[in-house]
């Protein structure tokens, strides 16, 4: 198969956690015989500063001509504590999204038995945590009227939601719900906003297409203690966009580093793939930056195309490294590994499996594996 990539490296860790993925989808390509061919754009911070937008048009238009696009992490600090800024980097990731209709933001969290000690969580609660966000991404309170009213010292931010934009994103959180543990909960606060309302009216009419998935409504509120007291709950999560962002957060908590998770945006014709971690500018250059969730995406990218065999690889090799204790200073305080060291290990590790080997890190992790 042949991709063009988009590469957006972004700002802080971003391009070093982007150039171990690179080094996987290369080991991939002459693992599996593929072609994948790579183009850098600006976005963020980076591009704000070089190029006075945070998402110049030609970075546009490059995301608008390929198969996929890269994302590594988007945010700096000298922007954060100016709130007088007429611009700012996230702005360039909120327009990418809205341009390439971007609307559902998948985000697994997994706890990895050979991981489940880094969670500060108590690992008989959390180590059956394996859930995933269904994220709409594309309106909501991110999108909806703003205003600012300088002299008044107020200001405004408005969460609107329609029928289709709540339908699209719940009709793929069903699907998923169907293929995987059939439960979905639509986490919204219905006993307080309009647009969750609408929400549970609309989830409810589709749940009846989909009657082998058990749907329940929660409060966010409530959703937020139910996922650190009790996250093996949770089968599909489906919500809006800014609870999506706070929850997505809370259960990189749960799998012990956010540096471990990854995420998926997908719309109708474009498809993103980035971890959920931000710049973290305090790691930028210094070689400690976790690069897994940056690796995981790749692993979602290939499994979006088709490519299953070698999404699992991906996988494979990173549960290799945990197994190996080949991991970034997030994972283990001792470790003396870098991101550029776990991202050699991985992207050399990744092998052609056989056709039965089952993807169950607890084999690898018991040095079971075929592969160990
Ligand atoms: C995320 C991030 C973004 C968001 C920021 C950078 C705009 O936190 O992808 O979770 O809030 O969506
Ligand atoms: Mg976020």
Known sequence: MHLNITVLEGDGIGPEVIAQSIKCLRSVEETFGHSFSFKKALIGATALKQMGSPLPDETLA????SHAILFGALGSPEFDSDPEAEMWPEQGLLKLRKELGLFANIRPVKVFPALVRQSPL?????????LVIYRELSAGIYYGAKTKDAENNAATDTCSYNEKEIGRIAHLAFKAAKKRRKKLTLVDKANVLETSRLWRRVVLQIARSYPEVQLE???????????????GQFDVILTDNMFGDILSDQGSVIAGSIGLLPSASIGTDYAMFEPIHGS?????DKNIANPVASILSVAMLLEHFGLKQESVAVVAAVLKSFSKKIVTPDIMGSSKYGTNYVGDFIADNIIELNDDFNINDKNIDLGKSTII
């Open 62 to 65: 490059l995301c608008k001509s």
């Open 122 to 130: 108590d690992r008989n609660l959390v180590k059956n945590t394996d």
């Open 217 to 231: 409504c929660m409060f966010v509120d409530n959703a937020a203690v139910q996922m650190i007291l009790n996250p």
């Open 280 to 284: 973290y500018p305090e790691a930028k």
